[in-house]
C-alpha cells in the first residue's frame, strides 16, 4: 500500500510540501446535475424565479467559492486561480452544470473545480427553493484533469 501524502510518519495530518515539485499547467473538470420540477426549470430558463437571475447568481458564487477552496477543505494550498469558468445546460428534469479551474501551479485543481460545481449546485437551489424544494443535488464528480505528475485523466462515461 502505497504511503498516504497527507499522514506524517507519526500519523499526523498536514499540508503535503510542493515546493520541489515543478511548476506545470494544471486544469480540472467537474461537473454535477440538479433534478427539479418542470414549473422550477421553466422559471430558470425564462429568467422568472423569484429571486431573480439564478444561473448568473450560480455562476459568480461558483467562482468566488473556486478562489475560496484553502478555507473550506483542509489541507489544500491556496492557490492563485489563472481561470474558473461555470457553464450550465439545460436538459430533461434540471440543470447540468460543468465547472473549470485551470493555473500553472505545483499542485492540481481538482477540489476548486470540484467546490465551484457544487457551490453552483447549492445556488441554484437557494434561488429556486420557492419554486421547487424537493430538488435533488446528483452526479457531482471530476470529469477531467490535465497536468501534473499523473498527467490526463478522463472519467469513463455514465450510463
Do not use: N
Request: negative net charge; charged residues 25%; proline residues 3%.
Amino acid at each position: 500500500m502505497s504511503k498516504l501524502t497527507h499522514l506524517d510518519d507519526s500519523g499526523a495530518a498536514h499540508m503535503v510540501d510542493v515546493g520541489a515539485k515543478p511548476e506545470t499547467l494544471r486544469k480540472a473538470v467537474s461537473g454535477g446535475f440538479i433534478r427539479m420540477s418542470d414549473a422550477a426549470l421553466a422559471a430558470i430558463k425564462a429568467g422568472d424565479a423569484p429571486k431573480g437571475d439564478v444561473l448568473g447568481t450560480a455562476r459568480i458564487a461558483a467562482i468566488m467559492a473556486a478562489k475560496k477552496t484553502s478555507d473550506l477543505i483542509p489541507l489544500c494550498h491556496p492557490l492563485g486561480l489563472d481561470a474558473v469558468t461555470v457553464d450550465f445546460a439545460f436538459e430533461e428534469g434540471g440543470v447540468r452544470v460543468t465547472a473549470t479551474a485551470s493555473l500553472t501551479a505545483r499542485t492540481g485543481v481538482e477540489m476548486e473545480a470540484m467546490v465551484a460545481a457544487t457551490v453552483a449546485l447549492l445556488t441554484i437551489y437557494d434561488m429556486a427553493k420557492a419554486l421547487d424544494k424537493g430538488m435533488v443535488i446528483e452526479e457531482v464528480r471530476l470529469l477531467e484533469k490535465l497536468g501534473g505528475k499523473s498527467g490526463h485523466w478522463q472519467a469513463e462515461a455514465r450510463p
